[in-house]
Every structure is written in structure tokens, then in C-alpha cells.
């Protein structure tokens, strides 16, 4: 079994920001510094195109509640992110802009953990892992530039001619 009930609510772009925002609001904002703004499409279509009206160089990225990159893409142009998106929701988040490299590229990084008991808590942490990184190496700019550079999804970047 690789899922408890319920358990979409952290795995699910959009319902996880719901869970984070609804623990900052609980215990401070100031606890989750990481926390981009975000803003959870189509419901808080308004409250995204006043922000982005205040902060025009801001970049964003567009994620779908899907997997492999699917819907994915950064913007600094309201006019680029759909006001519907499938009839299902979507996520739009600041971009972080100075990210955490290696060697110039932007990568993820995956823990794997096996919950075995929830109360109490019990999990158990893998020794290995997984990284994943972009196929171009990053630069701070304004514009969309490469998805190859942003984007670290493996469907994605196998389409680069630069991937090995």
C-alpha cells in the first residue's frame, strides 16, 4: 500500500497549498517563509490578476493537479494562464527566482519515507533517493526564456537535444 485515506490532500498541488496556508494561518506565517504566494485557479482568478497588476516583472509558474509536467509553465503575463482550465483546479504560484542550484542548473530533490504508523508517528527514511535536474543551465531573467532551464521534470526535459 503506497497511499493512506485521504492522503491526496499533501499529494495534490493545490489541496497541499490549502493544507500549508491553513497551518500558517494556525501558526504564523512567519514559520513558512518558503511559502510562495499562490493562488489556486479558477476560484482566485481576481486575487492573481491584481497581484500580478501590482508586480508586472513578478515571473509565475502554472501547475495542473496532474503529473509529468502536464500544464506546466512560467509567465510573467496574465494573458498567457487560462481563466479555465479543464474544468479542474489549477495552481499559479510566484516564482522563485534565485533558486538553489548545482553547477548552474536547478534541480529537485525527492526523499522517499514510509509512514507506518500515523499515532504514533513512525517513518522510516530511505538512504537513497532521487535528483532531478534541468537540461540548460539556469539564468535570472524576466522572460519565459526555456522551459528546459525552469523545469526539472523528466517528461519534459527528455525532449531537450541536450538531454543525456
Same mark, same amino acid.
Given at each position: 500500500?503506497?497511499?493512506?485515506?485521504?492522503?491526496?490532500?499533501?499529494?495534490?498541488?493545490?489541496?497541499?497549498?490549502?493544507?500549508?496556508?491553513?497551518?500558517?494561518?494556525?501558526?504564523?506565517?512567519?514559520?513558512?517563509?518558503?511559502?510562495?504566494?499562490?493562488?489556486?485557479?479558477?476560484? #482566485? $482568478?481576481?486575487?492573481?490578476? +491584481?497581484?500580478?497588476?501590482?508586480?508586472?516583472?513578478?515571473?509565475? !509558474?502554472?501547475? &495542473?493537479?496532474? /503529473?509529468?509536467?502536464?500544464?506546466?509553465?512560467?509567465?510573467?503575463?496574465?494573458?498567457?494562464?487560462?481563466?479555465?482550465?479543464?474544468?479542474?483546479?489549477?495552481?499559479?504560484? #510566484? $516564482?522563485?527566482?534565485?533558486? +538553489?542550484?548545482?553547477?548552474?542548473?536547478?534541480?529537485?530533490?525527492? !526523499?522517499?519515507? &514510509?509512514?507506518? /504508523?500515523?499515532?504514533?508517528?513512525?517513518?522510516?527514511?530511505?538512504?537513497?533517493?532521487?535528483?532531478?535536474?534541468?537540461?540548460?543551465?539556469?539564468?535570472?531573467?524576466?522572460?519565459?526564456?526555456?522551459?528546459?532551464?525552469?523545469?526539472?521534470?523528466?517528461?519534459?526535459?527528455?525532449?531537450?537535444?541536450?538531454?543525456?
Amino acid at each position: 500500500v503506497n497511499h493512506w485515506p485521504c492522503s491526496f490532500y499533501i499529494t495534490r498541488k493545490d489541496l497541499m497549498y490549502k493544507t500549508i496556508a491553513k497551518i500558517a494561518e494556525i501558526h504564523g506565517y512567519k514559520h513558512f517563509p518558503f511559502l510562495p504566494k499562490t493562488f489556486i485557479l479558477p476560484a #482566485e $482568478y481576481q486575487y492573481l490578476q +491584481l497581484e500580478m497588476q501590482k508586480a508586472l516583472s513578478n515571473i509565475h !509558474i502554472q501547475t &495542473a493537479a496532474s /503529473s509529468q509536467g502536464k500544464g506546466i509553465f512560467v509567465t510573467n503575463k496574465l494573458a498567457e494562464i487560462p481563466l479555465k482550465n479543464s474544468g479542474s483546479n489549477y495552481v499559479v504560484s #510566484e $516564482y522563485v527566482a534565485n533558486p +538553489l542550484l548545482l553547477n548552474g542548473f536547478k534541480f529537485d530533490m525527492r !526523499i522517499y519515507v &514510509a509512514v507506518t /504508523s500515523v499515532n504514533p508517528l513512525r517513518l522510516y527514511i530511505y538512504e537513497e533517493g532521487l535528483a532531478r535536474f534541468a537540461t540548460c543551465k539556469y539564468e535570472n531573467t524576466n522572460g519565459q526564456k526555456s522551459k528546459f532551464m525552469h523545469l526539472t521534470n523528466y517528461s519534459i526535459n527528455k525532449k531537450n537535444t541536450a538531454f543525456i
